[in-house]
């Protein structure tokens, strides 16, 4: 419905201002999505559906999923290419207010804990921190490895992406890597769930074992 003044009333430059005032873009504009935002995995076989993301296979990436030993529940989902590497979590925030402000903090501290380094800088995602810690490697020898740690808020969710390898010293947002990232597609579902608490993923139907029909259970 469109209201227009009448040539009898007086001019009022607000109501014009508010009139022209469009709608507030997404900060997000590009991905990655809410489930509440796009269809774009409906009949589309290059989706894969696993709970709480939806992630779409690229030739090239090799999807491996991250299971918590202790309780067998799938945590994360690592996207892998030849020379990179993406770690992808999700997990729950408030309704009003961001936690990646104090996620990076966390990370930070973490990674000076372990005797390593952090930076910040802003990129295709905002804000993001790279690390840099010492690792061991074969035959007890020690190097480094360096991750850039990106964050996107949706509603009611953060997705925490880790970039290894390659993409880790260098960003390239037309890549395949970060458009894995930017595809993917967030369903954090209604129910409660505390801050910080890890979305829950599950195995893609097509690696299921089957159901033997003669089980009774």
């Known amino acids: 419905m469109i209201f227009r003044r009448r040539s009898s009333e007086p001019e009022d430059d607000s109501a014009e201002q508010l009139a022209s005032v469009s709608p507030p873009a997404s900060d997000r504009p590009r991905g990655p999505w809410d489930r ?4 774009a995995d409906a009949d ?3 989706y894969i559906n696993l709970g709480g993301l939806v992630v779409k296979g690229e030739p090239g990436l090799e999807l491996r999923l991250q299971v918590d030993e202790a309780t067998s529940s799938v945590v994360a989902v690592m996207l892998a290419a030849p ?13 009003r207010a961001g936690i990646w402000d104090d996620v990076r903090a966390d990370i930070a501290a973490e990674a000076e804990r372990r005797g390593g380094t952090s930076s910040e800088s802003v990129g295709e995602f905002g804000t993001e921190i790279k690390v840099v810690v010492p690792v061991r490697i074969s035959e007890g020898r020690s190097a480094t490895q360096a991750s850039r740690i990106v964050g996107v808020e949706g509603p ?4 925490r992406g880790t ?7 260098e960003a390239d947002p037309e890549g395949m890597i970060e458009s894995a990232f930017r595809s993917v597609i967030v369903v954090r579902g209604e129910g409660p769930m505390s801050p910080r608490e890890v979305i829950p993923l ?14 009774g259970s």
């Open 36 to 39: 509440s935002e796009t269809t």
């Open 163 to 169: 970039f290894l390898g390659r993409s880790a010293s």
């Open 156 to 159: 009611r969710w953060l997705l």
């Open 83 to 95: 020379d990179s590497g993406l770690e992808v979590r999700a997990f729950a925030a408030p309704r």
């Open 202 to 215: 599950q195995m893609p139907a097509q690696v299921r074992p089957p159901v033997d029909p003669s089980d």
């Open 44 to 46: 589309n076989e290059t």
